[in-house]
């Protein structure tokens, strides 16, 4: 499972050069956690899940857990299993 970006509370600044420092380290952090998403390969899920919620990304290893079309990479739109 990936790294998840919760947006904080954005301070008030008296000067702009602290706002830029702020907004370039929360920028790196973001950038941080969306490269790690990138790089984390999918493990192949072998067993269907109790709750499935729109936007879910799964990679099914299309025998245990097989959600229409076989092994591959499916996100869960709409209620139903979309191969990507």
């Known amino acids: 499972m990936g790294?998840?970006?919760?947006s904080p509370n954005i301070p008030k600044f008296d000067k702009l050069e602290d706002?830029?420092?702020y907004l370039d380290l929360?920028?790196?952090?973001?950038?941080n956690i969306i490269n790690r998403n990138i790089d984390q390969p999918y493990d192949p899920a072998a067993a269907n899940f109790d709750k499935f919620t729109?936007?879910?990304?799964?990679?099914a290893d299309g025998t245990n857990f097989n959600p229409g079309a076989g092994r591959g990479l499916y996100i869960?739109?709409?209620?139903?299993?979309e191969k990507l």
């Open 3 to 6: 790294l998840k970006y919760n």
């Open 19 to 21: 706002l830029i420092i």
């Open 26 to 31: 929360e920028f790196r952090r973001l950038a």
């Open 54 to 59: 729109d936007g879910m990304i799964i990679y």
């Open 76 to 81: 869960r739109n709409n209620n139903q299993w």
